[in-house]
């Protein structure tokens, strides 16, 4: 399982707990960004917090409880940020009707839900920075999320090349 959370610097407090989410499964994405891959009727992804225990039954569901929504007060919102999810399986349990429309997330929900409340606590969301501060962001040079998690993805594995003393969770939240 391949899980990424990137901040973009592109956007400004304007698109404040904005979201792109792209899942795929085996490396291979849906026509609707994998969001389809990662809904269930059933409430399996699951994590407990200094809160209690919670239950929700998407990804998208369980990235806003971490600040990525737009209902939320702007101080409590997170930096817009994109959310990559992989999962690698030998045999995919699709299910659906028209094909592969999802998959079976009952072996893989539990452990997603846990790695997105741990690594969303890394992303910086608004609160204390107050309305004041002045936000650029390019207007001139429009670019994708999957541009912008291209180019994340490459300099993080600079980095990781140039300092392998690195432990591999501190690959995957440092930033």
Not at 6 to 14: E, M, N, S, W
Not at 28 to 45: H, K, M, N
Not at 154 to 169: C, H, Q, V, Y
Request: with cysteine.
């Amino acid at each position: 399982m391949e899980i990424v959370i990137a901040p973009r610097k592109d956007l400004g407090v304007d698109n404040a707990g904005k979201v792109t989410f792209i899942g795929s499964v085996n490396d291979t994405p849906a026509i609707d960004g994998g969001e389809r891959y990662f809904q269930s009727d059933l409430y399996v992804y699951k994590w407990t917090d200094r809160r209690g225990e919670h239950c929700k039954s998407t990804v998208k569901e369980v990235l806003a409880e971490f600040g990525f929504n737009t209902y939320w007060g702007t101080s409590r919102r997170r930096v817009p940020s994109v959310v990559l999810i992989n999962v690698r399986t030998n045999v995919p349990d699709w299910l659906g009707a028209a094909g592969k429309t999802h998959i079976n997330q009952v072996p893989y929900a539990e452990t997603i839900a846990k790695t997105i409340c741990t690594m969303s606590h890394k992303i910086p969301s608004y609160h204390g920075q107050g309305y004041a501060m002045v936000y650029e962001s390019s207007c001139s040079a429009q670019r994708s999320a999957e541009d912008y998690l291209d180019d994340f993805l490459i300099e993080r594995r600079k980095e990781i090349d140039a300092d392998p003393s690195l432990k591999i969770t501190d690959r995957l939240t440092q930033r």
